[in-house]
RNA sequence: GGGCGCGUAGCUCAGGUGGAUAGAGCAUCAGCCUUCUAAGCUGAGGGCCGCUGGUUCGAGUCCAGCCGCGCCUACCA
């Protein structure tokens, strides 16, 4: 609704000056600085101000004669400098809340993919990956809440060196056959801990025995080939690791369409084909010579707009092996299907709530879903990976693909790192130097991190104190539903309040804390609303006929009171927020608004008590604002991917 | 060395495309539970927006140069 009116104000303002000037612009509104200035301002006349060489606040006055009524504007006046300030018609704008008008989403219908998590399926997911999956998942919310069409992809990188070590840790270091680790991950340990503490030892081994990377190598070479005991290992382990991502990510109400497979680009032959394609079109050569002689490269020159001759990436080692990078690109080519190949899938698993997502095999099948061929991709990596998504949008440029590259969206933030304080916390010792940083990065080599599923257990665990000590009588089951859903709603804010280009410090103390800018707070007042609500029907009282009660001149003397106006407002500002952080691309922006929108409900309890009011008019009014500020939360939350618990 | 990012209240952070008196949360201090749940509400204090210069009617925001910090700059990802 907000929107609506917003829009109406920017054409009526940019047909009047076309009119008047004879000039085309576009037409901006902007909140005012202070309520009491009216509910939309525009600054138009600052904009024009240079072109007509006229004192702004002349052109403000011009405008405001010139331009006619607008539907659902009460007044306008000239305002500081040349502000037009705009005060809209309460009452039109209430009916038309109640009345659920609002302008239509304006996401095309384009196919849109979105990459998120890709944790190596090596080891436990770490609070680093949860904010990715965590950024990632929301942001599919946002653009699924404004119309879009959204495919989420979760890569599975289950023959990269990281799945390697840990199969050279069970092999080498752990002296363990297939069978005995098949039996390990059926058995009572945390397969996904055990092989976060391997992970570590087998990093330390290579540190203190550099020969001992032979094993890394002739096992890679083993997995590429799909051949022998260590291709078996590193199947074995990485479906069991990403088994336990799903379950942990799960946990945070993330799930995913697809899970494409490394092994199948390699089985598959998407890199074979990709090659080609690069070779084919000069976008990479043979090194000749210099420190990458033998290796296939891409010159700096294509992914940077200084550079030396030094700089150029690797795609092929010259021993014929194929980077990362290499593979990402033929990744890329087949999400916007240009790659001429396609997966087969396999169902991997069924979620309680009946999603499904699939697997790439490479096994042709009888039916399966399609996916990839995307309009738009976002790649949700962090920033220290700008470097390689260049080489890979680079790639794309050098075929040829400028639109797919343009399309070709590094959806980047900052990595999350531990606090000095944390570090100590968790008994990790610390160098001195390290002591004296602002933080410290995470390491899944030296097994410096804080396990995800630990630090979900530790919100619930104080979740569910906090829980028992509201509600002794509940039983133990709801109170442990809702503490698990205060800690999701917890931890899903924590990771979305910060822009994306802050780096996260983790402490402790402020991602377990339930007061204040976090996502139990929002809750809280969700459930405050719905509390007003239950108790409304539990006196045997039945929710009025809003639309057939609230007529616009009850509504224009309802939201004549100025505090129960801004409230409405705020509330109806939903639609605007999710759009607009759409456009910016900046999940936090939605989190914000949820806060904001969480404060104005919880002034709105303390100041008007609902269910005591005598006069009938008011109590219908505000019983429909309750109503609709639960509605509001209620989106918001859902937007966030944080539930509204039954109680709290 | 080069690339990217950051520097705003004691701490952690917001500050659409330059605009009206720079905002939250935490912490501190002072109040508010017989009432729809105090995970809440009200109020107070707290700021050379890193520094210097420039652009202009106007700069936390744009430009340049410094200072400090972080990340990247692998035949790892």
Redesign the pocket.
């Known amino acids: 609704m907000f929107h609506l009116l917003e829009k109406r104000i920017a054409e009526t303002f940019a047909s009047c000056i076309g009119s008047l000037y004879g000039l085309t612009v ?1 037409v ?7 309520s ?3 509910e939309v ?1 525009v ?1 138009a006349a ?2 024009l ?2 072109q007509l060489k006229k004192a ?1 606040k002349a052109i403000a006055a011009e405008l405001l004669s010139a331009v006619g009524p607008i539907e659902g504007v009460a007044a306008a006046e000239v ?5 037009l ?1 705009l005060r809209l018609d309460r009452g039109y704008y209430g009916a038309g809340l109640l009345a659920g008008e609002s302008a239509e989403s304006r996401m095309s219908a384009e196919k849109i993919i979105v990459e998120h998590t890709n944790i ?1 399926p090596n080891k436990a997911a770490h609070i680093g990956h949860l904010r990715n999956a965590i950024l990632g998942d929301t942001f599919v919310r946002m653009m699924r809440a404004a119309g879009g069409t959204v495919e989420v992809q979760n890569y599975i ?1 289950n023959t ?3 799945v390697a070590d840990v199969v050279v840790a069970f092999r080498h270091l752990e002296k363990r056959t297939p069978a005995e680790v098949c039996a390990l991950v059926a058995g009572p340990a945390r397969f996904d801990y055990v092989c976060w503490d391997l992970y570590t030892k087998i990093s330390s081994y290579y540190e203190e025995h550099p020969d001992a990377t032979a094993w890394r190598q002739e096992t890679l070479h083993a997995i590429e080939a799909g051949e022998g005991v260590e291709a078996e290992l590193a199947h074995l382990i990485s479906d069991a690791i990403v088994v336990a991502h799903l379950n942990t990510m799960w946990r945070l109400n993330i799930v995913y369409d697809v899970l494409p497979r490394e092994s199948e680009i390699l089985h598959l032959k998407f890199w074979a084909a990709a090659f080609e394609l690069l070779k084919e079109r000069n976008a990479i050569y043979l090194e000749t010579e210099g ?5 296939w490269v891409m010159p700096g020159s294509a992914f ?4 030396g001759d ?2 150029s ?2 795609i092929v ?3 014929g ?5 290499g ?2 690109i033929a990744y890329q080519l087949w999400k916007f299907g240009l790659l001429g190949k396609d997966f087969y899938y396999r169902k991997w698993h069924t979620y309680p709530n009946g999603h499904e997502v699939w697997a790439s095999t490479g096994q042709p099948r009888n039916s399966s879903p399609s996916f990839g061929h995307g309009s738009r991709v976002y790649n949700v990596i ?7 998504q260049d080489v890979v949008v680079a790639g794309l440029r050098a075929l040829g693909y400028e639109e797919q590259a343009a399309n070709s969206i590094h959806f ?1 933030y ?2 999350v ?1 531990l606090s000095p304080g944390t570090c100590v916390e968790l008994g990790l010792e610390l160098s001195e130097e390290d002591k004296s ?3 410290v ?1 995470v390491s899944g080599r030296k097994g410096l991190g804080v396990k995800a599923d630990d630090l979900i257990d530790k919100l619930i665990e104080k ?1 569910l104190e ?2 028992t000590s ?2 002794p009588e509940e039983p133990e089951d709801a109170r442990r539903r ?2 698990t859903q ?1 800690a999701v709603g ?1 931890l899903r804010y924590f990771m979305l ?9 983790f ?1 402790f ?2 991602a377990l ?6 996502g ?2 929002v ?3 969700a ?2 609303a719905r ?2 609500l ?2 409304l029907e539990e006196r045997g009282e039945r929710l009025p006929d809003f639309r057939a009660e609230l007529a616009r001149e009850a509504m224009a003397r309802q939201l004549a009171e100025e505090d129960c106006w801004q409230l409405l407002l705020a509330a109806s500002k939903a639609g ?1 927020a999710v759009e ?1 952080a759409v456009r ?1 691309g ?1 999940p ?2 939605v989190a ?1 608004y949820a ?1 904001q929108l ?2 104005s409900f ?11 009011e005598a006069n009938r008019e008011k109590k219908t009014f505000l019983l429909w604002m ?1 109503d609709y500020f639960r509605a509001q939360l209620e989106h918001t939350l859902a937007v966030l991917g944080i539930e509204v ?1 039954e ?2």
């Open positions: 576009e901006q509104t902007e909140q005012p600085k202070h009491s200035f009216g301002a600054p600052f904009q101000a240079r702004p305002a500081g400098n040349g502000y300030n190596n990188d990269g060196v990281q420190k990458n002689k033998g290796c940077r707009e200084s550079s030094d700089e990436k690797v080692r010259s021993n092996t194929v980077t990362y990078v593979k990402d962090d920033s220290r990976q700008s470097y390689l980047n900052e990595m790192a940083r602002p933080y990065e979740a906090e829980v509201r509600h809702v503490a205060i917890a309040k910060y822009t994306r280009n802050s780096v996260i410090a402490d103390a402020e804390s339930f007061e204040g800018e976090t139990p707070y809750q809280y007042a459930v405050r509390n007003i239950r108790k605007s607009r910016s900046e936090s922006h914000r806060f969480a404060q919880s002034n709105f309890y303390h100041e008007y008590p609902v269910l005591s309750t618990p109680y709290m």
